[in-house]
């Protein structure tokens, strides 16, 4: 069983910085696919980015130029790296997972079946 766990995840003020990171366990397959997701109050989750096993990534963009996706496989871990934050970039933020990145919308959480349970991120103007 995949189990994601999110943290890094806080209140900063406009055009502050936060890292998240998304420790991953209990993953067997040699392939995977992983990305980051957000839900505000009221609206629907929403793609941020997505990265496979090879590092090609993707980002939605709202966000491109401001966050970036990385991984550190040998420490199973999943990085989102957000600069110039916004007070529109206020959400819950979600880690997931699944074996490969092709066959469907990386950005859409349909797509994913692992998920982990969220780490808060507010922006203040």
């Known amino acids: 069983q995949v189990h994601l766990v999110e943290s890094g995840g806080g209140s900063v003020q406009s055009g502050g910085s936060l890292r998240l990171s998304c420790a991953a366990s209990?993953?067997?397959?040699?392939?995977?696919?992983m990305g980051w997701f957000r839900q505000a109050p009221g609206k629907e989750r929403e793609g941020v980015a997505a990265?496979?096993?090879?590092?090609?990534?993707r980002h939605e963009d709202s966000v491109k130029g401001r966050f970036t996706i990385s991984q550190d496989n040998a420490k199973n871990t999943l990085y989102l790296k957000m600069n110039s934050l916004k007070p529109e970039d206020t959400a819950m933020y979600y880690c997931?997972?699944?074996?490969?990145?092709?066959?469907?919308?990386?950005?859409?959480?349909?797509?994913?079946?692992?998920w982990g349970q969220g780490t808060q991120v507010t922006v203040s103007s």
């Open positions: 990265i496979d096993s090879f590092g090609t990534t």
């Open positions: 997931a997972a699944r074996t490969y990145c092709s066959g469907g919308s990386v950005l859409a959480p349909w797509f994913f079946s692992y």
């Open positions: 209990g993953y067997t397959y040699s392939s995977r696919c």
